[in-house]
């Protein structure tokens, strides 16, 4: 097995103001091409962390870093990787040129005034880079770099990758088709990487039925987590034990149903998509406590546009009589909270914005504004269809947060499940 | 300096299909607590990397690891982090009652049918822990556990919490109450930490700054970080340097003037809601391209529903003209991605919700729909208040994803810049 680790360097990534979003999209990349991840380690701007890290990785065929390219001193990733691999680190005029030529494009682009002496200084920064090492072409700013060991010394090259997500993703391809980088990846073997869905039901069950059909498992390396109380089921086989995925796939049909609601891989996001497009339906949202997240969620994918067309939020009460049709009497006589709002409010939206589906949402997210009766974490939701409403009662634990997060997915599960269930 | 390393397990997380929440926040925590952090180490489900991760992290004074306590078979860390202490593991039949007592209450909540072998595995699975180790009461159906090395075995305690995020956080004050976890981390000191926040202005300035007030920095760990293009300054000292942070201050007040709108390190979140409340003005949207994500953050915050009314998420033009009044001539006439469109949208959400302040945002998402005139990543904002209106156009680089992010961003500081400036 191939193996690659990655080190992920940044004190404001080690100190949790900004989250790493580097090491997982690599460990997904690498997988998928056939390469196994021994470990993501996250360290610091401390020269000796990155080298500690570096060394305990050392037995891998390939380490990437990702970030400390930047323009400022504590970004120190190029020079540590140099001196690590035997290679001091020095000015490359060529690379210089062409980081000032991109920079000075950006600043004038964002109508940003600077310091020339500043920016000079943040250019020359990020062209002084190891002897010997191969120059990736820079999305933003910085270029990447393929650091081999220095002759006569042993251990795997590295791969340093800038830190912003959008450049680091940008130079993969060319990461990959670079010769070390080729070299040190060679063996490996290309996975198929499937993943199926299942809504409401409990880690433990599917575990019990994944071991009940044990002998099914044969060349298949399943994984299973929840998220969002979603069980999504990954599996990695080679191409032969195709066979032993489709028995995998029945079997689990056979045990969960229709709460196995993607065997393809689809997410609740593309599954209500394509069940709007298909039968050309259009959907609105009402909103209180979540606020237009759900009508964000819907818009998530691109060409939305075709079947969501608008929403409302209405935080205050007259804004769901007004906007969304609610009577007054109804919300003075149930309250705000409850089934009946909710169904009130997807049928306003359905009516104010002209759509086939509505779709609405009212509850106590809190940490304030509950009752013994309606308590934190109580949220009613209906969707209505042609010729069919669904309406449910949730009663969420955890932060304001955890209650509008979780609302919205199981919204998104309702509008599936009226869709197509 | 007292360190503590932190190993994240999960072949979940170290493959990207959940974000790890946890060793920022537990690095966030111990750093303000006055620990160190050396390094954050995900590894997947396998005992011999979370042993190597271990051994890796064994010259700290102690060692956190969260997850793979669950019931589920590749849930190994209590076994692991036991059999590296010298501890095997056995079944704890106080611990078994509590956490059936736990799981049953919870399946009843959530109306689960359940197979209760299954059930009592999965208990019997979370009840099998070290010999001799602390057990930390369960959040969830998972206790964390404070395990010591054997009696004559050499190297740092080890605190093993639960995955969930909540879980983690719920256990935290009882980790650091823990008498064992107290000792390792003794001669630990507090240190203060501040935050500033500039907005606007590129991270090499901000570094040459600092690089001019050098003699200002001294007993100060000034750490900068840019996210959604907003420069985060956090800064860690002694009590006794807090004159040296004021005269910091001070400095990058004199360097950027208004562009460093928070130095009390209030989030624009924050400054937007204090601004709100403290004038008594409401707040309401119109949405295009952002559909709802503006409204969505707008409400993140407890107490918001002082000040926000609601909001209308308009992504057909039918939709801009009849909820938020546009006329229909005008979004022929300038088309629907316009300042003008932008402007009567905010007048729009004025006028429909009542509200003091109006926003209208409209643009180009993609990846689809853009032209050379109005490609994709063209955002036109506008915040309508009493005796105010502030316009912006913006093109934004990136994804679909990039482009409403960044937007909601403009927009939030849009808003504060009306409010306060």
């Known amino acids: 097995m191939v193996r690659a680790g990655v080190v992920v360097t940044g004190t404001e990534v080690l100190t949790g103001r900004v989250a790493d979003r580097n090491g997982p999209w690599l460990a997904d990349q690498l997988r998928q091409a056939g390469v196994d991840i021994a470990d993501i380690v996250v360290v610091g701007d401390r020269p000796d962390d990155l080298r500690d890290a570096l060394a305990f990785l050392s037995g891998v065929q390939l380490i990437i870093t990702s970030g400390g390219l930047g323009p400022t001193a504590d970004d120190l990733t190029a020079v540590t990787v140099g001196d690590f691999q035997g290679r001091p680190s020095a000015l490359d005029p060529d690379l210089e040129q062409r980081i000032a030529d991109i920079v000075e494009r950006l600043m004038a682009g964002r109508g940003w005034k600077t310091d020339p002496e500043a920016t000079a200084a943040a250019v020359r920064k990020q062209a002084f880079v190891p002897t010997g090492a191969s120059v990736l072409a820079p999305v933003g700013t910085a270029p990447g770099l393929v650091v081999p060991p220095a002759e006569g010394r042993a251990g795997p090259p590295v791969l340093v ?45 599917l575990s019990a039925a994944l071991r009940r059909h044990d002998d099914d498992l044969d ?26 995925y489709d028995r995998l796939g029945d079997a689990l049909v056979g045990e969960f149903g229709a709460a196995l609601y993607s065997r393809d891989g689809r997410t609740v996001d593309r599954v209500v998509a394509d069940a709007l497009l298909e039968r050309s339906l259009t959907i609105a949202t009402t909103e209180s406590c979540t606020a237009g997240l759900l009508a964000g969620r819907l818009t998530d994918l691109p060409g939305s546009s075709a079947y969501v067309l608008g929403g409302l939020v209405t935080y205050s009460n007259l804004a769901k009589h007004e906007l969304a049709g609610v009577p007054m009497e109804l919300i003075d006589r149930v309250g705000a909270v409850s089934e009946e709002v909710a169904e ?29 009766e309606k308590p934190v974490g109580l949220v009613h939701l209906c969707v209505v269809a042609p010729g069919r409403t669904l309406s449910r009662r949730i009663n969420v634990p955890g932060s304001r947060r955890d209650v509008r997060l979780r609302t919205v997915a199981v919204a998104m599960h309702m509008i599936r499940s009226v869709l197509t269930e």
Chains 1, 2 share one sequence.
């Open 161 to 205: 990758l800038p830190g912003p997500p959008r450049e680091l993703q940008g130079m993969w391809a060319a990461a990959l088709a670079d010769p070390i980088v080729g070299e040190a990846l060679a063996g490996r073997a290309e996975l198929r990487q499937r993943t199926m869905r299942i809504w409401g039901v409990p880690e433990s069950e």
């Open 219 to 244: 060349g298949l390396e399943v994984t299973t987590c929840m998220t969002d109380a979603e069980l999504e089921i990954v599996t990695r086989y080679a191409p032969d034990a195709e066979q032993a």
């Open 344 to 372: 009130a409010m997807a049928a306003g939206a359905r009516w104010r914005l002209g759509t086939d589906v509505g779709v609405g949402i009212t509850g106590v997210a809190g940490p304030d504004g509950g009752t013994a």
